[in-house]
């Protein structure tokens, strides 16, 4: 029994010292247990950040493929169709028919930060991220914030952000981020530190209002990643662009993102 123990011990010390099937095990974790298997030892920390997949798969280096998708070419129909209608028709691999569809460069929506079922594409058919989520996750787990800071909001990265509230959505204004380095891409760390100083100028400090019982809904803040797919005036006013989907009634504005 002691003999079989000791073989079972030495097999998974040769285990944990091949890195290279350690790699293949980390790059099957979940981003946030990714994170935190750094903790174990220093040699997983270094292997995290030396390895180009495990540092793609945590954001912090751009994938070097496109993620292309097939989705519902809604300027080609006459019945608009909102996402929750078209779920299980808008990601087709191969498409089954292409009458109908465009193929599109998608991004992956950060999987930490934003609640979703899965890594999924966002191919910008819901146009506006809310990012109370995103706040709500750095204020649970703020030993995180530093790791998320330098992550990118998309993969692959976005050059630009647009900022809006729900005030400004009304006239139209918003907010542009973009790279601070050239050749480099939005972080996240740009997006939570413009929040944080347009709130403090203008007195809604989130935390101290979700702290108060009494306060119910988020600050509103919505994120449009680069420029749109589909061209729009920018004297149009951003609420007149909305229509309904004809299955369930559901609003839908053609502000989506850069393909």
Not at 3 to 17: L, T
Not at 65 to 89: G, S
Not at 180 to 198: P, S, T
Not at 220 to 242: G, H, K, Q, R, V
């Amino acid at each position: 029994m002691a003999d079989k123990e000791e073989k079972q011990s030495e097999a998974v010390a040769g285990f944990m010292n091949n890195t290279y099937l350690l790699e293949m095990v980390l790059r099957h974790l979940p981003m946030q247990d990714l994170l935190r298997c750094q903790r174990v030892a220093k040699d997983w920390k270094a292997l995290v950040g030396s390895s180009r997949a495990l540092q793609s798969k945590l954001f912090l280096l751009p994938v070097e493929e496109e993620i292309a998708v097939v989705v519902p070419d809604r300027e080609a129909n006459e019945n608009l169709i909102c996402d929750e209608c078209t779920k299980d028709l808008r990601v087709i691999h191969p498409p089954l028919c292409l009458h109908g569809t465009k193929i599109l460069s998608g991004r992956i929506v950060h999987p930490l930060l934003v609640d979703q079922g899965g890594i999924l594409p966002a191919i910008g058919s819901l146009e506006f991220i809310h990012l109370s989520e995103i706040l709500d996750n750095m204020s649970k787990e703020p030993d995180m914030s530093q790791a998320w800071a330098e992550m990118f909001v998309t993969q692959p990265p976005c050059k630009t952000v647009t900022l809006w509230d729900r005030e400004e959505m009304v006239t139209g204004s918003s907010i542009v981020l973009g790279a601070e380095d050239e050749g480099d891409f939005v972080r996240w760390r740009q997006v939570f530190d413009c929040i944080q100083e347009l709130e403090d100028e203008s007195e809604h400090h989130y935390l101290s209002k979700k702290q108060n019982p009494s306060y119910m809904s988020h600050y509103d803040w919505f994120m449009t990643l680069d420029n749109d797919c589909y061209p729009i005036s920018e004297e149009a006013p951003l609420l007149s662009l909305s229509r309904s989907c004809t299955g369930c009634g559901t609003a839908i504005r053609h502000m989506v993102m850069q393909v």
